[in-house]
């Protein structure tokens, strides 16, 4: 499924307004703005890894309007360079960047550190010649591409360990990296898992640098081919990740783990003083576990929108879950919710989904290797899901490929959007009912 950015406003007419462009307020998302959460779960790290390793650290940056309007791509790279100013000889650094309709911008551009530095003497991206390799052509969008810099990757910077950082606007379980040259298009989950589909890949982190990419449909997505996802469940603040210092910690710690790293850019992140931060990192081999429990506990979601009562309980649980996704002016439009917050908030409302809705929070536990968020977002636990909050029937049957994570979560989403409104829930409610009858 192709074109999501570019038949947005279509879909929001007739669906209602769900996600909001922001201006300028939010970095990874021009769709839903920042706002988001802290809450710290630590597991001890593994030994360091082999001392004789090499680490490459690829980038696959799509600017979009964060680059046109604002710069802030280039701004990443300013860091990349900056960060790497004393660069281990056992760390190599790569980059790919287009998708923004800008001079130096169009196609995609491979270039490496060296190039980097050359070409932003001027403080300006993509004005000279120097890179490795330049496809003129290139949609940032489209899977071949991907699968195009992973070949290139692999062709020309074997590696020990592998990070792949992508960077751009993300919109959850809609997609990412919209390219401003091809009719913002943009790569679904579907077409991310079919990229890394083209060969036998187990990266070591893979990053999201874009806001709402912490949920369990990208997780489940790209399980077989990463050993750790760091990403998070809002959006993202202007400035995005620090890479300066994040790239300066990993050059001057070579050999660390992949999760020292994470919890280093965790941190760092964390101190960005704007408000609504989340960052969690999640391990991808037990997204069947998790999936498997998510599983089970829609089952039993999907018996309980079949009543009246069962539908006013998860309403109410949905009002005191945690729901992501913020418009410019700073009113909530949720796009996802933290799947934990909604376990919990249902064995509430239901107590004889104890077992099912503890299975989930379980899962979650087992998968959540250590998260953030600040003070903003209690109810943020590290992996979120899409909201049937305010999606309408329509709109699900467009996204229903990408949001599907299990037959009877799909079940239960497409039962719960048929269930009474809102007005005529809390009228048809057994309190109400029981009023009416005396």
């Not at 300066?244 to 965790?266: G, K, M, R």
């Not at 309403?315 to 002016?329: H, M, P, V």
């Not at 949001?403 to 048929?418: E, H, K, N, Q």
Request: hydrophobic share 40%; glycine share 8%.
């Amino acid at each position: 499924m192709r074109q999501i950015s570019h038949q947005w406003t279509n879909l929001k007419n007739k669906t209602g307004s769900l996600f909001r462009s922001s201006g300028i307020g939010g970095r990874k998302a021009i769709f839903f703005i920042c706002h988001l959460f802290l809450l710290f779960s630590f597991v001890a790290f593994p030994s360091a890894a082999d001392q004789n390793s090499t680490i490459l650290i690829a980038l696959y940056a799509s600017g979009g309007t964060l680059e046109q309007e604002l710069g802030l791509i280039t701004d990443d790279f300013k860091q990349v360079v900056k960060g790497a100013e004393n660069l281990s000889e056992t760390i190599d650094i790569l980059a790919a960047y287009g998708g923004a309709d800008k001079p130096g911008w169009h196609g995609m551009t491979i270039a490496n550190l060296t190039d980097l530095r050359i070409d932003l003497e001027d403080g300006e991206l993509g004005n000279t010649s120097a890179y490795q390799i330049y496809y003129p052509d290139a949609n940032m969008g489209d899977p071949q591409i991907l699968s195009l810099f992973l070949s290139y990757i692999s062709e020309n910077y074997p590696s020990n360990r592998t990070f792949l950082i992508f960077i751009g606007h993300g919109q959850a379980y809609t997609g990412m990296l919209f390219d401003q040259n091809h009719d913002e298009d943009g790569l679904t989950i579907g077409e991310l898992s079919e990229s890394f589909g083209t060969g036998p890949w187990d990266i070591d982190l893979i990053g999201f640098d874009s806001c709402l990419m912490g949920c369990l449909e990208v997780l489940s997505g790209l399980s077989p081919y990463a050993s750790y996802i760091i990403a998070s469940e809002e959006a993202e603040p202007a400035e995005g990740w620090p890479y300066e210092q994040w790239i300066s910690y990993i050059s001057s710690h070579p050999h660390a783990s992949v999760e020292e790293y994470a919890f280093t850019l965790a941190e760092e992140y964390m101190k960005n003083p704007r408000p609504g931060k989340t960052i969690a990192l999640l391990d991808p081999k037990m997204a069947d576990f998790l999936t498997a429990q998510l599983d089970q506990f829609a089952k039993d979601l999907h018996a309980l929108a079949g009543t009246t009562e069962g539908c006013l309980s998860i309403r109410i649980a949905l009002e005191n879950t945690q729901q992501f996704g913020l418009t410019g002016t700073g009113e909530l439009e949720e796009a996802t919710m933290d799947l934990y917050s909604f376990a919990d908030n249902i064995q509430k409302q239901t107590h004889y989904l104890s077992a099912s809705a503890s299975g989930v929070r379980d899962g979650i536990n087992k998968t959540v290797l250590f998260s953030r968020h600040d003070e903003h977002i209690p109810g943020a636990y590290g992996i979120a899901v899409l909201s049937p909050v305010l999606i309408h029937p329509v709109f699900y049957e467009y996204y229903r490929e990408s949001a599907f994570i299990t037959p009877s979560w799909d079940r239960f989403i497409i039962r719960y959007l048929s269930c009474p409104k809102d007005e005529d829930l809390v009228l048809l409610s057994p309190e109400k009912e029981r009023d009416t009858e005396t």
